[in-house]
């Protein structure tokens, strides 16, 4: 299994400013993602964080709007830039520990509210 | 696309009542499907998956049978406890094989009184 922590845990911020979110796993895994639940919705992909490479995106999330990194094998961050208060959400980090698995593994989620 | 539909909450049962929640999907190919749980304050766990039609998956007496003919994967357990208080989201896999991607329905609140 694989432990996951983001921060923070929650924020208010302020239109037009950005955040930035971090997730970290306790170990080593192959895939991380991004997803954001807005008020009273499902969860929704924001993109795959690759590890050394560019994050591949969904339909309608965009890297000008959601840049991700992911410098290694247990840390990927997401920054919401350009805060409206339609980003007001919860953002998770997930991961897969390994290829050929369907299992992934969460984070507590960030509450972000954008004032 | 694909897409996955659960029965609205919030579910309230009495302890020890038998429980249903109902999720259906519309997928192309052959999706796996999950069932996920998020208790109060914690972050999403993975309660129990099924990865091809008859399948049925199981865990902490929770049970849900992958129905291709119904595109359907009901959650149901025999006897909730206050314990099972939460929200559940049942989920599809999406694209290539190992891309890891999941689709979520909408979430059900579970609540069990004493």
């Known amino acids: 299994s694989a432990v996951i922590s983001q921060k923070p845990s929650r924020d208010i911020c302020q239109r037009g400013t950005s955040l930035t979110i971090q997730c970290q796993v306790d170990?080593?895994?192959?895939?991380m993602f991004w997803y954001r639940q807005q008020p009273g919705q499902s969860l929704t992909l924001i993109a795959t964080a690759n590890q050394g490479s560019e994050a591949t995106y969904e339909s309608g999330f965009v890297i000008d709007k959601f840049p991700i990194s992911r410098p290694n094998l247990t840390f990927s961050t997401l920054t919401v830039s350009n805060l409206s208060p339609e980003d007001s959400s919860i953002y998770l980090c997930?991961?897969?520990?390994?290829?050929?698995?369907?299992?992934?593994?969460f984070g507590p989620g960030t509450r972000l509210t954008v004032l | 696309g694909d897409s996955v539909t659960q029965m609205e909450g919030p579910v309230t049962l009495s302890e020890e009542a038998f429980l249903t929640i109902n999720c259906t999907y519309t997928?192309?190919?052959?999706?796996?499907l999950f069932w996920y749980v998020q208790y109060p304050g914690e972050g999403l766990q993975l309660l129990l998956k099924a990865t091809k039609a008859d399948d049925k998956g199981s865990n902490k007496g929770f049970e849900a049978t992958y129905r291709k003919e119904t595109t359907s994967f009901h959650l149901e357990k025999g006897s909730v406890q206050v314990s099972d208080s939460a929200v559940y989201f049942c989920a599809l896999s999406y694209g290539s094989s190992n891309t890891g991607k999941l689709i979520f329905g909408q979430g059900t609140t579970l609540q069990v009184k004493p």
């Open positions: 997930s991961a897969q520990a390994r290829l050929n698995t369907d299992t992934q593994y």
């Open positions: 997928a192309t190919g052959y999706p796996s």
């Open positions: 170990s080593q895994v192959t895939m």
